[in-house]
């Protein structure tokens, strides 16, 4: 079979390899270079919690195993780590709301009081925590451009043909429109069997183009790099003004939602970030870590985060394109790989896995 995936995100790179190891031929046709979209900013904490429907906490509980293995069989990269995360927040109830559904599905969810945070990280200031906390050990984080640079060294071995700045793509349909390949601005057309769309918050644009619609709910978003630091903590911490997780070369990455009205985009498509917001980010990543040297910015990066309308994946093969499959995330990073193994089983054997069931293009009854 030959598949063409469009998409050069952590999203198309874990199907194209999956594809690839099943013994398709594999093409992986991208606009610009690798990690240009979300996948090149993402803060990629590696997670299953919250109050979040049962079939989508599997879902990321299968995604957090696929990279346990990863880790098991790579134990000395600097780009994956298993040092658990914490979760705190302002509003009374929620921490309680969170620990409760936690606990009740067996996801490993200790509670702790300011008091306590000694124990799991020295290096949090306990005045920091309003009420209690969650502690969960079973998390982690991943650098997806590292990710995406590993998952390509086996794809290339495999035999896969890696097309970057190849300019918009698009499937390519027969009068019936059935799939038969795909096109690009830089690269014309290649016929193919079947075709993946995995573009990011791309994705229900280019599909309105064909006539079907795919709610967005895609958010401004923006990552901030610090310089390396002395004492970061080993822990993602999830906290009411910053989320901040570790980062290769002893420095730390950091994000929230509470700035993402101030992002703003120019008519080149380049986005940016009052320098205010981003001192403000890194005074609540100082004041939270008592860091004694103030941390620094070494960069930032500003974009689009792909969330579907209603918050839930959307994968699978699309009713009214034959042979054109798409994968729309928000949390793909916990849930790259295991969407790379399921969407590329699915997309060869043309089965429908069970565990992905409830997150069809067609829930939104797309045309
Ligand atoms: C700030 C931030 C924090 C996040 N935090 C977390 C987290 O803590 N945990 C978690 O699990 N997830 C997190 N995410 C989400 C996760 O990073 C994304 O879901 C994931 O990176 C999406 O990958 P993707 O491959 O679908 O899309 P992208 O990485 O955006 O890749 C899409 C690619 O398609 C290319 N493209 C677009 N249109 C075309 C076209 N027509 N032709 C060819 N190529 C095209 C783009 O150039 C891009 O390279 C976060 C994301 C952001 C931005």
Known sequence: MKVAVIGGGVIGVSCALHLARAGAQVQLF????????ASGRSLSWLN?????????YHLRMAGIDRFRTLYANNPDINWLKFNGGIFWSDKTNEVQEWHDIEHARGYDSQRFSAADIVHIADNIDPTAIKN?????????????????????????????????HAGKTVPLLDAQHVTKGVISTNNGECHCDKVLLACGAATPKILAEFGVDLPDGSVLSMLAITQPANNTPTVVLNTP?????PHPGNALAMDHSWYADDIKEDATGNFSVPDAIVETLLAEGNRILKSTTPLTLANYKAGWKPVPADGFPVLGALRDIPGTYVAF?????????IIGELLSWEIINGKSHPMLASFRPNRFNTK
């Open 30 to 37: 991208t606009e610009k270079e690798l990690a240009s979209g």
């Open 48 to 56: 299953a919690s919250g109050p979040w429907p049962a079939d989508y």
């Open 132 to 164: 209690t906390g969650i502690y969960n050990p079973g998390e982690g984080w991943v650098n997806l451009p590292d990710l995406i640079e590993h998952t390509m060294a086996e794809f290339i071995s495999l035999g896969g043909i890696l097309t970057e």
């Open 241 to 245: 003004r910053v989320a901040i997780r």
């Open 329 to 337: 995330t928000h949390s793909g990073a916990t849930l790259s790989l």
